[in-house]
């Protein structure tokens, strides 16, 4: 089946840094990307949604300027959290979607911000 | 917008009992739900998917209902192994997203 993965799979910086996370749709083309994100004992919330080409729409709440959502091409999506906070730790977790409604779920980035 | 509610939130049971997990949605039109399983600091492996034209799908010893006109869904594990102790997910459509529900963390007793 499609594979999503994520780069890294975990990470851990200082307060105040910017941290990059990777999304890549290994054998199909992922038209939109979903981008969550999971706090401890919480579920998912979708934070954003990228089309290939387009700009995110984010989520209420979600600071557009602060989780820099780059989706430049079909295989790849990244997620930039711009001046991390401790607050900002969380599991963030993307889905890529192609032609057909299934979405397949990458295995997640955990990050800590010290 | 959709909304996913589950419960219980969380559920202990001993080994070999069968369970049912709910999920219920309010967007009865949707056109899938989801259920997962997600292992601590892990993320989340899809179990079972249904179709709106579906009423239940099986996977081994699980079993997952679909009742659009109730908005609820159930999955069922039949004799539950300490290896079944997870979170369970389950997740509706919204627009072109996913709505999750907080899940059921399950712990099954040797």
């Known amino acids: 089946g499609a594979v999503v993965s994520q780069h890294p799979s975990w990470v851990i910086c200082k307060s105040g840094t910017s941290v990059k996370i990777e999304c890549r749709s290994l054998d199909f083309q992922a038209t939109t990307m979903f981008w969550y994100r999971q706090f401890p004992k919480q579920s998912l919330m979708l934070m954003a949604t990228?089309?290939?080409?387009?700009?995110?729409?984010?989520e209420q709440g979600v600071e557009k300027d602060k989780f820099l959502i780059n989706h430049a091409s079909l295989t790849l999506s990244t997620l930039t959290v711009t001046s991390a906070h401790p607050e900002d730790s969380s599991f963030y977790i993307c889905v890529g979607k192609g032609g057909s409604d299934t979405q397949y779920f990458g295995p997640g980035t955990r990050l800590t911000v010290l | 917008k959709q909304e996913v509610t589950q419960i219980p939130a969380a559920l202990s049971v001993p080994e070999g009992e069968n369970l049912v997990l709910n999920c219920s949605f309010t967007d009865s039109a949707i056109y899938n739900l989801q259920w997962f399983r997600q292992d601590p600091g892990k993320g989340l492996t899809s179990l079972l998917l249904i179709q709106s034209s579906q009423r239940e799908q099986t996977s081994g010893r699980l079993n997952a209902s679909l009742d659009k006109s109730s908005g609820r869904s159930t999955l069922y594990i039949a004799a539950s192994q300490p290896g079944d102790s997870a979170t369970y997910l389950c997740?509706?459509?919204?627009?072109?997203?996913?709505?999750f529900g907080a899940g059921t963390r399950l712990t099954v007793k040797p």
């Open positions: 990228s089309n290939e080409g387009s700009k995110a729409t984010y």
């Open positions: 997740a509706g459509p919204n627009n072109n997203d996913m709505r």
